[in-house]
């Protein structure tokens, strides 16, 4: 069988993709590029297609149908860039891939002991031998109330891991999971809001939850809370969050995520002027922390991303059950 793959990277998924198109037996193709218009001439032969995280839209979507395209796996858990209605207007197959919890849920609780301990400005002075005390002392963990929003693979291990902290865990999810209540409460949101002193988000982002954290959920919240997010930018209304930090109402931001990021991560852009007003804001915080989504970067991660999306094509060519399936 045949796939072609948008965003190969030669650095660090071409030895895994070589590996399992080995193993598998599947022709591949590739380009560096991200899926768009203008390239998807290459995927001309092609019935399988492998995407990270470029958006496809329903002209794009269009494209690919009448190229003769059957499926889209996207290397990624989020499949919020797909327009899935344009997917089922074209029967359009689309999978995305799981990779273990542990790369992000590591990297949240990073995130959270970062915001927290104020490393981002004790690591700007330590550069510049400022290595005086005030305005740089901590707050420690388990003298916290965290709510976790979002209790699927990744919020359940980061619950897991901050249970070793001694903190106070409240969750909130739709659908509750009795392996949390082990660590955690399922709490109301405006429960948490009101309790906790770090929010940590991990929810997909779906029409239903864009700007979960608005203007109004944050005047709801403690004072000086902490919020972090490795999960999607578009969970929080981004003026809004500028604003609560500014205030002061906001203590510390950990954002692995903001909203606008499409085009501009995991590319070298280092000369070109940019158009991310509030990235720039957010960035020149003393107390926020702003990463470029690299949660999910490890070498475990990678490798499962690589192998599931072509798994994924392979159960579907074959007629069987795709667990990573999504439409
Ligand atoms: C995902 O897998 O959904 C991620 O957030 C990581 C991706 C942007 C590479």
């Known amino acids: 069988m045949k796939i072609f793959v948008y965003n190969y990277r030669e650095f ?26 203008e390239n998807a001439h290459l ?8 995407i990270i995280t470029s ?41 995305n891939v799981s990779y ?10 990073m995130l959270m002991l970062m915001s927290i301990r104020r490393m981002k400005r004790i690591m700007q002075r330590e550069e510049i031998n400022d290595f005086s005390l005030p305005g740089i002392q901590g707050r420690e963990l388990h003298n916290f109330t965290v709510g976790v929003l979002g209790t699927g693979r990744i919020g359940k291990a980061v619950i897991r891991d901050l249970s070793g902290f001694g903190c106070r865990i409240c969750a909130y999810d739709r659908y509750e999971d009795e392996a949390v209540k082990a660590y955690a409460s399922y709490e109301k949101l405006d429960t948490i809001y009101r ?38 930018g578009g969970l929080i209304d981004t003026k809004a969050l500028i604003n609560g930090i500014e205030s ?23 000369s070109d002027v940019l158009s991310k007003r509030d990235l720039y804001i957010l960035r020149g915080f003393p107390n926020v922390v702003v990463t470029p989504h690299m949660a999910f970067y490890t070498d475990q991660a990678v490798s499962d991303m690589v192998r599931h999306s072509i798994e994924s094509c392979i159960l579907r060519k074959e007629g069987k059950e795709d667990p990573w399936a999504v439409l």
């Open 195 to 232: 309790e906790c002193d770090l929010i940590t988000l991990h929810m997909p982002l779906g029409d239903e939850n864009v700007h979960l954290i608005d203007r109004d959920a944050i005047a709801r919240m403690k004072d000086g809370v902490v919020i972090v997010n490795t999960a999607r």
């Open 55 to 95: 958006r496809i839209d329903a002209e794009l979507m269009r494209r690919f149908h009448e190229m003769g395209v059957k499926m889209i796996s996207t290397r990624t858990v989020g499949y919020d860039h797909i327009d899935l209605e344009a997917a089922k207007k074209y029967r359009m197959q689309v999978s």
């Open 100 to 109: 273990s919890p542990e790369c992000v849920a590591d990297y949240t609780i």
């Open 12 to 37: 660090d998924e071409a030895e895994y993709f070589q590996k399992f198109s080995r193993e598998y037996q599947v022709e591949l193709g590739i380009s560096t590029e991200a899926p768009a218009l």
């Open 248 to 270: 002061g109402k906001i203590g510390a931001a950990g954002l692995d995520v903001i909203e606008d990021e499409f085009g501009m991560y995991y590319y070298d852009l280092k």
């Open 43 to 50: 995927a001309q032969g092609y019935e399988y297609i492998s």
